[in-house]
């Protein structure tokens, strides 16, 4: 195992191998936080975070022995859990509207800038955008990946990507506007 993991996880990845319910228990307990901190931002509430998360780790525990003993788990994890809520955006697609994709972007002044706001409030704010927005949003902003990777990953256009974020970001401005919130973190 990585070098960089805690005996404690070691043993609890040891203990899921051999299909350990205790230690899978017990991994699930001390990896929720972070990866319902993943889960919450590519869904629409804390239900659909919840059902992604669970998903994740039912991928976590039937796929463990892909896991590469020599990488940190927590990327491991954190790819896993990126990808299911991708699985989840590409399995709803067909029930969302195409007029929350393709609704038209309040116009911003391009002056604002954001400086510190709650993690909360701004997780918030990125749950109220369109599922199309919210996940370009998050793949490019959050997770860094790059206009033509979220392309691939989403089976769209990078010039689509681009707008997409650009109307995320928009629609980002104008509901901070609306709550009279002065200052704005740099990325929006």
């Not at 990126?82 to 509207?97: E, F, M």
């Amino acid at each position: 195992m990585s070098h960089t993991e805690s005996q404690e996880v070691v043993e609890l990845l040891r203990g899921c191998l051999t299909n350990s319910r205790d230690a899978q228990r017990k991994l699930y307990q001390h990896f929720y936080g972070y990866a319902m901190s993943i889960c919450v931002r590519y869904s629409k509430d804390a239900e659909e975070a919840r059902e992604v998360l669970n998903d994740g780790f039912m991928k976590v525990f039937t796929r463990l022995t892909q896991y590469h003993r020599d990488k940190p788990f927590k990327g491991w994890l954190r790819r896993i859990m990126i990808n299911t809520a991708l699985d989840n955006y590409r399995h709803n697609l067909k029930y969302y509207h195409a007029a929350d994709i393709e609704a038209a972007a309040p116009v911003a002044d391009g002056a604002d800038t954001i400086s510190s706001l709650n993690y909360e409030y701004l997780i918030g704010l990125i749950q109220q955008l369109s599922p199309a927005y919210r996940t370009v949003f998050n793949l490019y902003v959050i997770d860094g990946y790059t206009h033509e990777e979220i392309g691939e990953i989403l089976g769209i256009s990078s010039g689509t990507s681009k707008s997409n974020l650009s109307k995320a970001r928009a629609n980002l401005r104008e509901v901070l506007k609306k709550n009279k919130v002065d200052e704005f973190e740099q990325y929006v």
